[in-house]
């Protein structure tokens, strides 16, 4: 049986990000079959059992997870000329009222912070910003099937047949885009549910069936929905709540 290498197996079976894998091996909380394995690079069977130090576990626990009603004008990762990254609407004073969650904010929760997917500068809603690579891994990581679901507003003529290819048969960078749902909320908003993530990919859909998008808003990611989130607040994701 061909051996793997360690960070990556680990990252495969949920246990963290490979960037925190190779991290907690050099600090030595990483065990291969009860054998505490501190070398980067090792390689392992993929039957082997592996398990982390109870310090591993515990910085884990401490990793938050970050819930943002982003406004359009924001970008959701890197700033761009002109425009200001979402992340920086993160701070104590924007801190949702009615957030639940017991613990207190500290700045130190921005560092190593990042977006677990994009939303369009023109684009609002739900966006995630976590330091947990599992959390990261199960909403962007190669072949991602957690659901995401929008509210579009659009005007325009829609094409013959254009429904029932929004929902399977389009297009798009050459490749054929996953079975979406998408139906009519009102006379001018549909309602899109994904398992993909092209760059402006509703925007794009609705191009080619003759519709202009004029509004988009996130509304749900997975079990997790934006609710009464006012537009611009955050807040943590609860203990008792999953993707």
């Given at each position: 049986?061909?051996?793997i290498?360690l ?16 991290n ?24 082997q ?5 109870k ?7 401490e ?13 959701s ?28 904010f500290?700045?130190?929760h ?33 072949g ?7 509210l ?15 929902n ?5 960078d ?28 509703i925007r ?9 998008v004029?509004g988009?808003k ?12 006012p ?13």
């Amino acid at each position: 049986m061909e051996k793997i290498r360690l960070s990556k197996l680990m990252s495969q079976r949920g246990l963290c990000s490979r960037r925190e894998a190779d991290n907690y091996i050099q600090r030595g909380w990483v065990f291969v079959d009860g054998e505490r394995i501190t070398e980067l690079g090792t390689k392992i069977c993929p039957l082997q059992k592996i398990t982390l130090d109870k310090a591993a576990q515990s910085q884990q626990l401490e990793q938050v997870t970050i819930l943002l009603n982003k406004p359009v004008g924001y970008v959701s990762g890197q700033p761009e000329p002109g425009y200001q990254p979402a992340i920086s609407l993160i701070s104590q004073g924007s801190r949702f009222p009615g957030d639940r969650a017991p613990q207190r904010f500290n700045p130190m929760h921005l560092r190593g912070l990042a977006p677990a997917g994009r939303l369009d500068i023109d684009s609002s809603g739900l966006l995630v910003f976590t330091q947990d690579g599992r959390i990261a891994k199960q909403l962007i990581g190669k072949g991602s099937e957690v659901e995401k679901e929008y509210l579009v507003r659009v005007e325009g003529k829609l094409a013959v047949q254009g429904l029932t290819l929004l929902n399977h048969g389009l297009s798009l960078d050459g490749e054929v885009l996953k079975q979406a749902r998408v139906v009519w909320q009102n006379k001018d908003q549909l309602r899109f549910i994904l398992r993909e993530g092209k760059k402006r990919q509703i925007r794009r859909m609705c191009e080619l069936v003759g519709l202009k998008v004029t509004g988009l808003k996130r509304v749900r990611i997975g079990n997790v929905k934006l609710g009464e989130l006012p537009l611009g607040k955050w807040r943590f994701l609860g203990r008792d709540e999953a993707f």
